[in-house]
Nanobody, 124 residues
Framework: VQLQASGGGLVQAGGSRGLSCAAS????????MGWFRQAPGKERECVAA????????YYADSVKGRFTISRDNAKNTVYLQMNSLKPEDTAVYYC??????????????????WGQGTLVTVSS
């Protein structure tokens, strides 16, 4: 499975941005997916994850209520809608796939496939 993330860019604080991650490969729809981010000087952290069916979603406390993860298995695409953005949301955002155990959605080591990352910069 190959993942291609897109949608990053510059946005003002309080604004919105949507990210997309297009996947190739048949196994996309059989695994959970996640979005991670890594800010300069910080560790990579998972901000959201979604089950293979899209019926279960998980969010980090830092983004809960502001970000929404979704997926369209017919299009092999996972999305991250980000609202009420803050300067501290500035980071490179990565999509990740191949999550087999949803209980471990926070752990980067549980994902087998990674996109190349897309930079989101939130200006104050």
């Amino acid at each position: 499975v190959q993942l291609q993330a897109s949608g990053g860019g510059l946005v003002q604080a309080g604004g919105s941005r949507g990210l997309s991650c297009a996947a190739s490969g048949r196994s996309f729809r059989t695994y959970g997916m996640g979005w991670f981010r890594q800010a300069p000087g910080k560790e990579r952290e998972c901000v959201a994850a979604i089950s293979w069916s899209g019926t279960r979603r998980y969010y980090a406390d830092s983004v809960k209520g502001r970000f929404t993860i979704s997926r369209d298995n017919a299009k092999n695409t996972v999305y991250l809608q980000m609202n009420s953005l803050k300067p501290e949301d500035t980071a490179v955002y990565y999509c990740a796939g191949g999550l087999a155990y949803e209980s471990r959605w926070l752990e980067a080591s549980e994902y087998n496939y990674w996109g190349q990352g897309t930079l989101v910069t939130v200006s104050s």
